[in-house]
């Protein structure tokens, strides 16, 4: 396989240093985003997932965050002014940045989103984030990440409430 896609060469266009990492893509495995992280030997707070969301159904909005958190819906929707955001249909997802399901990359989407970056994101020196195809991530440094895209800084996610122990 190649690491050449839309979002890598977007980066390479723009002068954003990168690496390419590539991993089993194993859709009924469960989290992507956690498999992603255990099969590079990543810190799951390191690797990001994206996902695109519809602000009052009128506002499509990219979203990356870490793998191990989970989405604040609220909060994204009043980055927007809007009331709501929900998850949008993977198919009009893919029709609007070009993107299957599991490979959406916030880089060289065919309609450029608005993007949201978790500022938890932001406290790592190094990130991984799709590449625009399943199986395939870049290591980036999150400023990069932000810059290259004009992505908003924003507090959007919280990590998973810890799994409780057993009496």
């Known amino acids: 396989m190649t690491g050449q896609t839309s979002a890598t060469r977007f980066l390479a266009r723009h002068g954003v240093p990168f690496s390419v990492h590539e991993y089993d893509y194993a859709p009924g495995g469960g989290l992507i985003g956690m498999q992603a992280a255990a099969a590079i030997g ?3 707070a390191c690797v990001l997932k994206t996902l695109v969301v519809m602000v ?3 506002t499509p909005v990219c979203l990356v965050v870490p793998a191990d958190h989970k989405v604040d819906f609220k909060k994204v929707a009043g980055l927007f002014g809007g009331r709501n955001a929900r998850m949008m249909a993977p198919e009009r997802a893919a029709e609007l940045t070009g993107f299957h399901s599991g490979g959406t990359s916030p880089f060289g989407q065919a309609t450029q989103l608005p993007v949201v970056l978790s500022d ?3 406290a790592q020196p190094h990130v991984y984030i799709n590449a625009g ?3 395939l991530v ?5 400023t990069d990440a932000q810059a290259v895209v004009g992505a908003k800084i924003a507090d959007i996610s919280a990590p998973p409430l810890p799994a409780p122990v057993a009496p």
């Not at 870049?138 to 999150?142: K, Q, R, T």
């Open 133 to 135: 195809r399943q199986g």
């Open 42 to 44: 990543a810190d799951p």
């Open 138 to 142: 870049v290591g980036i440094a999150p």
């Open 120 to 122: 938890v994101a932001m």
């Open 56 to 58: 009052d159904r009128t």
